[in-house]
């Protein structure tokens, strides 16, 4: 990939200007702004939110947003693949499952073109939008830059840019990297890497590179309190995801000739996409400083930690992010993952263990094979295990893990996550209809075989 400037820290005070001198000193809402820019602030909480709980960022820009959109230009847009978690707004019949439930890979025809949102299918959604709470999870696949050929246009395109003002967006790539430009400046991602929108900012997803004959990943939309990192209790200062490795974009100048040309504005907004016209470039923000803006993280660099002795922990020690609940210390939502690690512990089943939990699983596999899933579960698919439903290792796991010999091992070339929620997470239509669904993958755990006998193992 190219290389970028990056701001690092996750939720510093950051300040940057592509401008020297743009960026205001002292005060954030001069009379008059240098180079006669506009100062915008965008709040991603309540103004009377405790400090440290408090985000917000100050944006120099040629224009006001306040002119991206009028009332009497916004039309409706179908998305009929892309749902939310919103009984008003429901645009197809969503199903509880009381069963396991797993996908096979997205895939895109040769013939097909698809851009970023056009390639969004939604499979599961939890709580409510409208009570911010909850999540989406989806999976995307697509080929094409996010611009409309339009022959009015002397470009022959016209850009689109989202906004989605009902969620903070995860973006975790799994085949194809991607470029986002927003309004804060440019990041660029690629498999083993994740983004974060936060709620509210304008961005665009492009295909970085030409060589991938399409991109493929995984969205979750995050209708709850912003991710932030998770405590670490016993463990320490250390460990998990360091707060440096968060890398925040630099302001960019957009050319001054592009600054006039025509976009478009795509808004999602109470599970709605609205569409409207806009007349100037909206990537206009020439600086910006505070603690509000996107940001990517390489999975990479997550220190992972386990046991040394026997037994295993529980997968909390795997949260990269998590977003809080009204409950201390019940997510509504964690980001979870299963990298590279050593296994050491003595005596002891090593995959995870059979278990019933009072949260809610979305899984999906980035590279590798899952340790607790020997056979099945593919690159770029996806599972579900809804709250309190019994899952763990398929029967091939559990017999290779019962007769193993207990060296040290290292599991490598593996990465898996898990999008956890408190909520029950309902299915989809399309997810329940498509011929991706597994019918049979409750059968992996068919072959578990009674091995009690009344008598003592020896």
């Known amino acids: 990939m190219s290389a970028l400037l990056y701001q690092s820290g996750f939720g510093n005070e950051h300040c940057t200007e592509a401008l020297t001198g743009a960026l205001p000193v002292g005060q954030n809402s001069p009379q008059n702004c240098p180079y006669g820019l506009y100062a915008e602030q965008l709040s991603g909480s309540a103004f009377t939110a405790p400090r440290h709980h408090n985000l917000r960022s100050w944006l120099y820009r040629v224009r006001p947003s306040v002119i991206h959109r009028k009332?009497?230009?916004l039309s409706s847009l179908s998305c009929d693949l892309w749902e939310s978690a919103s009984p008003h707004y429901s645009q197809s019949a969503q199903?509880?499952?009381?069963?396991?439930?797993?996908?096979?890979?997205?895939s895109l025809a040769t013939n097909e073109n698809k851009t970023f949102i056009e390639g969004i299918h939604t499979y599961?959604?939890?709580?409510?939008?409208?009570?911010?709470s909850g999540?989406?999870?989806h999976l995307y696949v697509f080929n094409q830059r996010m611009e409309r050929l339009d022959a009015s246009d002397p470009r022959g395109i016209k850009p689109q840019y989202l906004i989605n003002a009902d969620a903070e967006v995860l973006i975790i790539p799994q085949k194809g990297a991607l470029e986002l430009n927003t309004e804060f400046g440019t990041l660029h991602i690629e498999p083993s890497e994740i983004a974060v929108i936060p709620r509210g900012i304008l961005f665009q997803v492009h295909p970085l590179s030409q060589e991938d004959n399409y991109c493929r990943g995984y969205l979750c939309e995050n209708y709850g309190a912003p991710f932030e990192l998770p405590q670490?209790?016993?463990?320490g200062a250390n460990c998990l995801a360091y707060p440096r490795d968060f890398l925040y974009p630099v302001a960019k100048a957009v050319p001054d000739e592009e600054?006039?040309?025509?976009?478009?504005?795509?808004?999602?907004?109470?599970?709605?996409?609205?569409q409207s016209e806009i007349p100037y470039s909206p990537l206009d923000v020439m600086a910006w400083h505070g603690n509000y803006a996107p940001y990517k993280y390489d999975l990479k660099r997550f220190c992972t930690i386990g046991s040394i002795s026997f037994d295993h922990p529980d997968p909390s020690i795997f949260t990269v992010l998590t977003s809080p609940s009204t409950t201390a210390g019940v997510a509504n939502l964690d980001f979870v993952?299963?990298?590279?690690?050593?296994?050491?512990?003595?005596?002891?089943?090593r995959p995870p263990w059979y278990h019933r939990n009072i949260m809610s699983e979305f899984m999906g596999l980035i590279k590798g094979v899952y340790d607790a899933k020997e056979k099945g579960f593919m690159p770029g698919g996806a599972s579900l295990h809804n709250m309190m439903l019994p899952h763990g290792p398929d029967a091939f796991g559990f017999e290779k893990a019962t007769q193993a010999e207990l060296a040290p091992q290292k599991l490598n070339g593996t990465l898996a996550f898990m999008l956890e929620t408190r909520l029950p997470q309902q299915i989809t239509d399309f997810a329940m209809k498509s011929d991706l669904l597994e019918e049979d993958y409750g059968e992996c755990w068919s072959g578990l075989k009674r091995h009690y006998n009344g008598r003592m193992n020896p």
């Open 71 to 73: 009332d009497g230009q």
């Open 95 to 106: 199903t509880l499952s009381l069963a396991p439930r797993r996908w096979a890979p997205l």
């Open 124 to 132: 599961t959604v939890a709580g409510s939008l409208e009570h911010s």
């Open 135 to 137: 999540m989406a999870a």
């Open 232 to 235: 670490l209790g016993p463990i």
């Open 259 to 274: 600054l006039d040309l025509p976009s478009e504005l795509l808004t999602r907004w109470g599970g709605r996409l609205y």
């Open 337 to 349: 993952i299963f990298p590279d690690r050593w296994l050491v512990a003595e005596h002891s089943f």
